[in-house]
């Protein structure tokens, strides 16, 4: 049973930091490249950041390059998204997901399994 659970969101000012977590459990963790994506309201989901399996490349959203950066832990089969300098804009339900065979890092379609979500609110 793959499940992949996301946690650390909250309410924060325009320019605090936050860190996301997501938590694979049911996989052997590192043959998954992850993403983060997420979803404002009134909006469609959309690509935020992206880890590779085992070498840990990343690839960001031009609107998030700079502030944000994902990491991850194979040993514990844990990803990270550590968000600095938040803005309003920033604000919406983040998730999770992890793709098992090649494709694009940033199409959500190429992704086999997703999280929850975790709301992330900034107020300006």
């Known amino acids: 049973q793959v499940q992949l659970v996301e946690s650390g969101g909250g309410l924060v000012q325009a320019g605090d930091s936050l860190r996301l977590y997501c938590e694979a459990s049911?996989?052997?963790?590192?043959?998954?490249?992850m993403a983060w994506f997420r979803q404002a309201p009134g909006k469609e989901r959309e690509f935020v950041a992206a880890?590779?399996?085992?070498?840990?490349?990343?690839g960001y959203a031009d609107s998030v390059k700079g502030r944000f950066t994902a990491s991850r832990d194979n040993g514990k089969s844990l990803m990270y998204l550590q968000m600095n300098s938040l803005k309003p804009e920033d604000t919406a339900v983040y998730y999770c997901?992890?793709?098992?065979?090649?494709?694009?890092?940033?199409?959500?379609?190429?992704?086999?399994?997703w999280g929850q979500g975790t709301q992330v609110t900034v107020s300006s």
């Open positions: 997901a992890a793709r098992l065979y090649s494709g694009s890092y940033s199409k959500q379609d190429d992704y086999n399994y």
């Open positions: 049911g996989l052997t963790f590192s043959n998954y490249a």
């Open positions: 880890i590779s399996r085992r070498m840990g490349r990343t």
